[in-house]
């Protein structure tokens, strides 16, 4: 059954250096997404794309973060500058395929993401 | 911003027994989503619902979509260890393409 997959599983990082985490979606998907969730709390929307563009994004996505979908590339990432304590986390991405409105999204695995 | 509450924040069952859970929100909703989560992974998606009134099952789970398209539940009957997790919703909002919402959960443990 197709998954969507997501590397590294695992980062550590220092405060202030920038990561970046890598999630392939299942392969006819067009909506891709990002979530974090904090250890203990719900997951947290923070930014759809669709046909390279940003649809949509939360509060949490500022100028801290961008997405990116490399010319050629099957993935897609989610760059975090110059990283904070409060930003360790799992973060998880999920596709989803456009069947007109009828649709669900699956999530890969988690990076969790710490912070020192 | 709009918000899903998720009820019990938790429970605590004998093997066996059937389980319930619902999700609500005072924003009309046209998708809902039902997850678990095992600890360190990401949510597997259970049931998905498309159409308020809609009634669907995976096995032991049973979900509804309300009538009103704010809320939603979810049933395990015959519930076994494996069904420990926490179960979120997630409700798409109704207007086509905006994200999903999720709700707190709902930490289920099942007592041998």
């Known amino acids: 059954e197709p998954e969507v997959t997501q590397t590294p599983s695992h980062q550590v990082t220092q405060m202030g250096q920038e990561v970046i985490l890598r999630c392939v979606p299942i392969?006819?998907?067009?909506?891709f997404y990002w979530y974090r969730q904090i250890l203990g709390q719900k997951v947290e929307f923070l930014v759809s794309?669709?046909?390279?563009?940003?649809?949509?994004?939360s509060e949490i996505f500022d100028d801290q973060f961008s997405v990116e979908r490399p010319d050629g590339s099957v993935g897609f990432t989610l760059k975090i500058r110059s990283t904070k304590l409060e930003d360790s986390a799992m973060y998880f991405c999920?596709?989803?395929?456009?069947?007109?409105?009828?649709?669900?999204?699956?999530f890969g695995p988690g990076t969790r993401l710490t912070v020192l | 911003g709009q918000q899903l509450n998720q009820s019990p924040q938790s429970m605590f069952i004998q093997e066996g027994e059937d389980v319930s859970m619902n999700c609500t929100s005072s924003?009309?909703?046209?998708?809902w989503l039902w997850y678990k989560q095992d600890p360190g992974e990401g949510p597997v998606l259970l049931i998905a619902?498309?159409?308020?009134?809609e009634l669907t099952s995976n096995g032991r789970l049973t979900a509804q979509f309300g009538i009103t398209r704010k809320d939603s539940f979810l049933n395990i009957s015959a519930s076994i260890p494996s069904d420990v997790g926490i179960y979120f919703c997630?409700?798409?909002?109704?207007?086509?393409?905006?994200?999903?919402?999720f709700g707190p959960g709902t930490r289920l443990s099942v007592l041998p």
């Open positions: 997630a409700g798409q909002l109704y207007n086509y393409g905006q994200n999903f919402v």
């Open positions: 619902l498309y159409k308020a009134g």
């Open positions: 794309f669709y046909n390279n563009e940003i649809s949509e994004k």
């Open positions: 392969s006819n998907h067009l909506y």
């Open positions: 999920a596709s989803r395929v456009d069947r007109g409105g009828a649709d669900t999204q699956y």
């Open positions: 924003s009309i909703f046209n998708t």
